[in-house]
């Protein structure tokens, strides 16, 4: 197992419960996709599983190793494992592709390099050839504010790339995008998948695309975990289950587009 969700749960200082005893484990190499209605938890879950966010108990285990125990630099080692890309690509906008990419090294470079944007020959090259990899090997050298918004998230998955992640966490990644270009942002996900070994857990909105691109859905509503199982298992049932009784897919779908 990749991911091991183990009883995780979250409270805030507010009093909100974002999670409650959340289980689950996740294969190498499976795409699967976290849906429910909004203030779910989803969010809060992926932030816990990339280290953003600490949850109150329970264990996250990535690759056989304990995040919530660790800390300092065998913390970031853990989390070069979890490569992730956002809805609003959390680019740096004034400076070129490559250089957005390359600033995923950062963590890894010693003071004097990382301020001098000293990267190497070696880190050079991987970055055009996951820029290459996403499609944009024309655009190397582009400022990104040059770009359209599913180039922009083409960038975003080459930069999470280059850590060499086992695990991609995509939180909402064609939120931001018409239909047709998050469509082909969802088939370079999948096809980088298959390709590199990857691991996908995907949050997103659109009903239609989490159960075309997934090989597994895990349902969440009010911070508990009440769907986990495949795509052609859903049914008008559990949809209500997860987004409400009143919630019909095709109202979801339209809501999602
Ligand atoms: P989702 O991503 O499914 O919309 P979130 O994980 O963002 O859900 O939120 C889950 C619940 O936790 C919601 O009720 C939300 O309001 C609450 N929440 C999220 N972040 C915070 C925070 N930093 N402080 C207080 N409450 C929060």
Partial sequence: MIVQIQ??????????????NVNFSVDRGEFVSVIGPSGA???????????????????????????????GKARRMIQKNIGTVYQDFALVENISCIHNVLSACLPDMTFIPAVLGIFGKERNTEAESLLNLVGLADKVNEPVKNLSGGQKQRVAIARALMR??????????????DPITGRQILELISSIRKTQGLTVLMNSHNLQFSLEFSS????????????DGAPEDITPLIISAIYGSSADI??????AL
Avoid at 47 to 64: P, Q
Avoid at 250 to 255: G, K, R, T, V, W
């Fill in 41 to 71: 938890g989803k969010t809060t879950l992926f932030r816990i599983l990339n280290g953003a966010e600490r949850a109150d108990s329970g264990r996250v285990i990535i690759n056989e190793k304990h995040l919530e125990s660790t800390k």
């Fill in 216 to 227: 597994r859905i895990i349902g969440l509503r009010s911070g508990i975990t009440v769907f």
């Fill in 7 to 20: 009883n995780i749960s979250k409270k805030f200082k507010n009093g909100t419960t974002a999670l409650s």
């Fill in 164 to 177: 060499r992640p086992s695990v991609l966490l995509a939180d909402e990644p064609v939120a931001s995008l």
């Fill in 250 to 255: 095709s109202d979801i779908q339209e809501a």
